[in-house]
């Protein structure tokens, strides 16, 4: 079952099919936190934009993947930290403006799942991201993906992988 | 006429009216970013919640409005900055969780706007806050809030000052 | 013993004596990611540096006192949490300046502690705090201050509260 | 001449000459704001500890060279901003560690620098980066770095890019 909130419909985002495959889309507010003495949005923010499209991504594959890695499935609580990312910067981006953070499954491996991330407004792309993440329990070791939640993110990355 | 985004329409929040007075809700979503290692919502995390609603209940009083304050009227440039800050942290907050900001006008003075803001989890209340903020140009001199602005604000705040 | 740190010394802040009391004193650098597109520092900054102020005058009491508040000491882990906080910014800071986070305790309760803080900028005052904080353990509940904790916060504040 | 803070001498941190050359050293110490619920430092916050680290060091190789970038020396006012930047998250860190930003130039061109950086705990590497920056003027197109501060940040990777 998918996590929806009723009042809020769109609070987490959506998954849409694109020309380009499936992938995730959260739309992002530009406020005053988000940027810098500069006037534009610094950089960071990019970073925490990037960790809350995921979050979201992995919120609407729905509450028996989450399950799975809150420990309430009965297995170790665990979750995905990140283990590499890297980002160009290619426009700048302003306070109040509407953005859209697109997440896509690249890559599904035993422990480890590689996105790609981008921040868009309209057509333009403002910034662009690979992150790895790995899966580790609160003891800090790595932790094997279960094969449901491994099958759900290759399905999401299906049409996006041709 | 009303600032809305047509992809995503509930991006600013909306005005509603309740029995007890009009207020502007937005919706929050707790991220990683806004936690600490307590296992809880970080307090300054209010801090930065309180500001977006103060940006998107002025974003939803329109666009002439906005064009009073970013100069784009005619008027020298300038912004809401905020004065004096009293915040009561009530209840914990954590992760997941999607909570409520709720920002009602108090006061409208001649260059300053006192509001009444929390933010909710349902019925509970988790932060409540008293907020003074006061038109600055963009060189430093406070401002006097135009009359429209004024009216505007003491609309908003009409039914909650019974 | 105090914890000090071997090659940076006042990472932490000192404690001094001045002609209105003894209180920490804390140097924050202000740096990009302190500010806002307004030019100036974004005001939940000074939230931050607020509570990094209390951390390290804790830090500064030394280690006996750290191991009671970490559970180390044999008793449940606990953290000081902010119950309520007021804040007056008096005036703006911008990028690249030195400021300096001052606390002072101004009152010891059973499970409270209420402190005086400010940001300054050599002599002038940039904001000023008045923040009560309370212990409360991991579990959730407040906690009764150890009387050697109470007696070390009002051996702070002695001179301070003439 | 170099900008050292005389009240806190070590607060844009240090140039050393170590063993793998000379580089750029901050000391950073781990608070609230920078940890999540996890229990770890959340993974933005090495991203601004980056920043920190890159600021000082630009800041301590001295007044001639900022008054270039800032503008006051004559010349447009600009600024470094961040164009790629690519992270390994290595170990975790957690609250109250002291930890240490190290800054190496790796490579200096026309208009843009490329950095290595570390983030340190003695003799464990927590996070490695390699980020470039390119020179922008505040109306946004890129400038060509002033041969005087090529040759500075030429100097600070000399004995490194053996």
Redesign the interface.
Known sequence: MSEK?E??????GRVVDGPDGRHHIL?V?V???D??????V???SY??WF??GR??FL?LLGGDHRRLIDGSGGTEPA?F?????????LK?S???E?LEVETRVKQVGAASLTLVQTVRRSDTTIAEAEVTVVLIS?S?KPLRISEALREAFREQGKSASV
């Open positions: 909130n009042s809020w419909p769109d609070l987490a739309p507010r406020y005053f936190e940027t810098d003495f500069s006037g534009l610094y950089h960071a970073v925490r960790e809350r979050s979201d919120r979750a930290v990140v283990r590499r990312m890297s980002i160009d910067f700048p302003r306070i109040d509407v609160v800090g």
